[in-house]
């Protein structure tokens, strides 16, 4: 077995020369700001070592991947009866296709797509008032990172609530079908503020780590969910995780794992490590161009492959 | 760790007394036939030690499961080249659907949805005539299984031939998209009788021990694909093996694994073992009822999931 | 011939007793209210003669009827331009249907969908404040049916602000894809109030009388539009005037149309006379049901028919 | 009025200098042969009096245009149960879309898509063999042309049934549904065959003179249909006549009329004349490009439109 560490580093300097970067998210504008040149890589294993390399500690905007850990924080709340407003296949399409749920009567494929999770940030909201709701996210992703200074990006924030017209329409969409609760525009503007938490590698790697570990982290013992609910989440992320790339993600990484246009990517080797990657160009299918062609290679020279040696 | 035998004879002893045992499938009339009270559970771990229970060696037909070995075939065939024809995304829609091939200019989404499959058995064919490109298909399950005894069950095949009017919508319209380079009715014919082939569950599994290992059958020695190809197609069987209930199988047990409307599933525990099972009631998706349950029970007894402990 | 008059009183008759009057729309809160044994019909000729019959003075709403009278206001500000934005064919749709936007990049079909008639509404918006626009809506169609005393139910207007979700999803789409230029909460707002007009028959029949004469009301004398310019948009009414049912209204009615949910359809007879009919109760295509039943017995008795004798 | 033989020729002479001439459609290797600088126009009016120029006796493949006389014939035979197995609404999609289909399970849109003339043929072919309703349809078309040398062109029939792939494709989905009683290679035959009439303008005008005349020929006197029946079939001639392109006609020409990717239009003037065009180029919409213009221009002086002077 390689060493892990030596692993990180020599990944880190193989993406740092290549040409090939992917495009930057420009349909947030204040997203196209990011260094197309940034690349950062940390893994936390089930010791607690952490391997890092590159822009490990420069913070960007997590969007997407806040979807996993407000799953979780629904979860908690509402059990398995948030499942009778979202589904959990995959969709077929981009992530903000409206399409499907015009044929679905409103309910969104799964949490991992924009509609889907839009759906459970309202499940979280019927339980607080949107100021209280946006603070028990941003609590719980500190909780998680065991670090109080990640906050939101208030510019990417007010950027995507200016411009996020398709989103508005995919909630209003399922409020028409009776699927949104809340007054749509409380419910976009927490869902916007989570997408806009800006946290590091390490500070992603480890708020990911539960899910590695059978719903526990195991350097603090936190149990954040029991074993049962961390390999369906991690299920549902291998299935869903990466919108209409969902399948290539998996025939080529075989992790779990969730992107975010923000240029981000958790992974989770179960049993193993917790895994984030950085690189703000992204491919035709709007994940992270690097950050998968380095989980790629990650899981191939640590045999990490869930699905064989 | 509870024993494997126990394991296997105690769910199929639960699965003996359940009442709700699905909906035998009757668009091919000859597999309108089958029992549904029959019910058949094989795992085989890596040291060879089979674990039977029930109707583990009557045979039954083994339809859409053949695709995985179909697409095996052909990916040692013409390699990597396949994925020009074929994606590997999960569909988002039932196993026969053709609106996707439309938006898609006659590509089919993976391989193991009706229209991916028919493209699949057509690169074998372009290899072969007809007759022998099936006859190498069935020495190729012959040689999985190590069992010379397998063979089609012709009335099941005359019986699709007769009614697979939708299958022929498919070929037809892939043709018509150049996806297809033989006479669509020889692709049928081949697709039709390697769908007809009748296997035990003891024979399945055995078939299937390349893919549970690293694509070497730990028994005979014999390397079937390279480790990364035999991860591959567990990658896809996990996103796209049951249609549109992929994302529930992999949510519920955990597994790669393909069904097939026979009633049998194959399901891969990397590492550990390869697991055959039958029961000819189908849910809503077109998956064994019953033989789903089975195997969420045993990777649940067994912390088999890929997804983590 | 028959005479006008008596047809017209013989219709409104058999539509009295009739026990089967479809069901009044109840997706807006307020147009539930409508009685559904109501039925008005008038028809006024070439030389001004109005033949009216039933509840030809109770004033409704009209719902989708306005977009008629939007389409033809927006072409005289900005001509052919309009149609860049929007479509002129059918949509093979229900009226609310977002599947045909996202296929055709945020451009809807025609102007006499919901996101068509949006999109017009936006480039009336496009050269006037809310207020004034909406004065102008309305000012218009006091002038077209020489009658100041029309106004808007406020009731109705509120009532769908409140539930108008489908449409707010609608026009947040078009926005995304850059078909909508002002802010979406204005131009739904122009948008509810001039769908919420109250006008009667006898007011309808006789603002649509430019388009049965060459773009002039022969009365009055005041050319509203140029000749070819009626002549295309009832040839719009004619193809997308009744959402997915105007093939069969084409089919049996065989004149230029446009159905509201409130229950009111304005008919064409090109070079003969125009039509208002009104009765609560809707088909499962969303429009009148004896509405369409009495146009189809008027076009026949009186041999009115666009498609020949 | 202007004179029609002098708006006719005229017409032909600005026709025949135009550079913009559309594409000849290749998709059937034989049509690709035919001239793109052919141009014929013949108006037949209510006297008989023919006004003819350019091409106007070159016989041509009228392709689509058979669907009118197909579906004629079919009605005359089953009557209005023929609208159980085909609508009567306009599709919003290509001629050959095959997603309508599985949304609307096999019941095509309406008889003048490939899908619903395949199973119009389909009802006549239950009444007799394949060869006798080929027969049956090619005696039809002499009887209405008055012309017994009509014949079919056996090359395009060959051509298309090695090349038909797409329509074998929806026949075989409409036979899974049921919607096709016969065995599918039967129908398309037939199919194939009646798309493969070679007519002139001259005898297709001829041919379609019943439908602008109540049902009836007015020279010869013959009934062909009732009345109602030739409104009807010219209201589903205007609403779907041109696939994807049919509001767009009706905005522009204003006349019911049915096109053939052979380039051949057939339009009718209720109550005043039959027309046929023919240009073998065609527009994006799969219609005759210069055959669309010049019927514009023509009902334009004529003031022909149904939709208004």
Same mark, same amino acid.
């Given at each position: 077995m390689p060493d892990l560490t030596s692993v990180v580093q020599e990944i880190a300097e193989e993406m740092r020369e290549r040409p090939d970067r992917g495009e930057v998210a420009t349909y947030i504008p204040e997203l196209?700001?990011?260094? /197309?040149k940034a690349f950062g890589l940390v893994v936390i294993d089930a010791d607690g070592q952490v391997a890092a390399a590159g822009d490990s500690d420069v913070p960007f905007s997590i969007q997407s991947i806040s979807k996993v850990f407000t799953l979780t924080l629904a979860l908690g709340m509402v =059990?398995?009866?948030l499942w009778r407003r979202v589904g959990r296949e995959p969709s077929g399409s981009p992530f903000n296709s409206i399409v499907q749920l015009e044929y679905e009567r409103g309910? /969104?494929?799964? /949490?991992?797509?924009n509609a889907g999770a839009i759906a459970v940030t309202d499940l979280i909201l019927s339980r607080h008032q949107p100021r209280e709701a946006l603070g028990e996210i941003l609590r719980f992703m500190q909780f998680l990172a065991q670090d109080s200074s990640i906050a939101i990006d208030e510019a990417v924030a007010a950027s995507e609530l200016r411009t996020g017209f398709r989103n508005a329409a995919l909630a209003n969409f399922m409020k028409a079908h009776g699927v949104?609760?809340?007054?749509v525009e409380y419910t976009l503007g927490v869902y916007f503020h989570h997408c806009a938490i800006a946290m590091t590698c390490r500070q992603l790697a480890e708020a990911g780590r539960f899910l590695a570990h059978s719903g526990r982290n /195991?350097?603090? =013992?936190?149990?954040?969910?029991q074993p049962e609910r961390a390999r369906r989440i991690n299920a549902v992320m291998l299935t869903c995780?990466?919108?209409?790339?969902s399948g290539e993600f998996a025939f080529r990484v075989g992790l779990p794992g969730k992107s975010g246009v923000g240029g981000g990517i958790l992974a989770v080797a179960p049993g193993r490590a917790s895994i984030a990657v950085w690189s703000p160009g992204l491919d035709a299918s709007g994940n992270s161009h690097l950050g998968r062609i380095a989980l790629e290679r990650l899981t191939k020279r640590l045999g990490w492959s869930i699905f064989g040696q």
């Amino acid at each position: 077995m390689p060493d892990l560490t030596s692993v990180v580093q020599e990944i880190a300097e193989e993406m740092r020369e290549r040409p090939d970067r992917g495009e930057v998210a420009t349909y947030i504008p204040e997203l196209a700001r990011a260094d /197309p040149k940034a690349f950062g890589l940390v893994v936390i294993d089930a010791d607690g070592q952490v391997a890092a390399a590159g822009d490990s500690d420069v913070p960007f905007s997590i969007q997407s991947i806040s979807k996993v850990f407000t799953l979780t924080l629904a979860l908690g709340m509402v =059990g398995d009866r948030l499942w009778r407003r979202v589904g959990r296949e995959p969709s077929g399409s981009p992530f903000n296709s409206i399409v499907q749920l015009e044929y679905e009567r409103g309910i /969104p494929r799964n /949490p991992f797509i924009n509609a889907g999770a839009i759906a459970v940030t309202d499940l979280i909201l019927s339980r607080h008032q949107p100021r209280e709701a946006l603070g028990e996210i941003l609590r719980f992703m500190q909780f998680l990172a065991q670090d109080s200074s990640i906050a939101i990006d208030e510019a990417v924030a007010a950027s995507e609530l200016r411009t996020g017209f398709r989103n508005a329409a995919l909630a209003n969409f399922m409020k028409a079908h009776g699927v949104i609760d809340n007054p749509v525009e409380y419910t976009l503007g927490v869902y916007f503020h989570h997408c806009a938490i800006a946290m590091t590698c390490r500070q992603l790697a480890e708020a990911g780590r539960f899910l590695a570990h059978s719903g526990r982290n /195991p350097s603090t =013992g936190h149990l954040v969910v029991q074993p049962e609910r961390a390999r369906r989440i991690n299920a549902v992320m291998l299935t869903c995780g990466h919108y209409d790339g969902s399948g290539e993600f998996a025939f080529r990484v075989g992790l779990p794992g969730k992107s975010g246009v923000g240029g981000g990517i958790l992974a989770v080797a179960p049993g193993r490590a917790s895994i984030a990657v950085w690189s703000p160009g992204l491919d035709a299918s709007g994940n992270s161009h690097l950050g998968r062609i380095a989980l790629e290679r990650l899981t191939k020279r640590l045999g990490w492959s869930i699905f064989g040696q």
